[in-house]
C-alpha cells in the first residue's frame, strides 16, 4: 500500500470513528462510554526506508480508573481468543451479548 492510499485509509477511520460519535450523542450516550482504538498499518522495508507501522490511536475516557477497565478488557478478549479462538471471537456479536 503506497503513502497516498495509506492516507486515504486513515481519513476514511477517522471519518467512521466520527460517525461512531455521532450515534452516541443521538442517543444520549456520549457522555457515557469508553473507548480506545489503534489501527496499523504494516510497511515493509524498501531501499529508502525502514519497516514501519504507521498506527492511529486514541481514547474517549475521563479517569484513569476508566482507562484501567479498558485495558483489562482487552487483555481478557485477547486471552480469551488464545484459549478458545472459536468462543473468543470478539467479531461476533455474541461474543459480546455473553458477557
Known amino acids: 500500500m503506497d503513502n497516498e492510499k495509506r492516507i486515504e485509509l486513515f481519513h476514511l477511520l477517522r471519518i467512521k470513528l466520527d460517525e461512531i460519535e455521532n450515534i452516541l450523542e443521538h442517543y444520549g450516550g456520549k457522555d457515557n462510554y469508553l ?22 490511536m486514541g ?6 480508573y476508566e482507562h484501567t477497565l479498558m485495558m483489562e478488557a482487552i487483555d481478557e ?4 481468543n488464545l484459549d478458545d479462538p472459536e468462543d473468543g471471537d470478539s467479531s ?7 458477557k
Open 59 to 64: 481514547m474517549h475516557i475521563a479517569e484513569e
Open 35 to 56: 473507548s480506545t482504538y489503534c489501527f496499523g498499518v504494516y510497511t515493509p522495508e524498501d531501499d529508502e526506508n525502514d519497516e514501519k507501522y504507521e498506527l492511529m
Open 77 to 80: 478478549c485477547y486471552q480469551s
Open 92 to 98: 461476533k456479536i455474541n461474543y459480546w451479548l455473553n
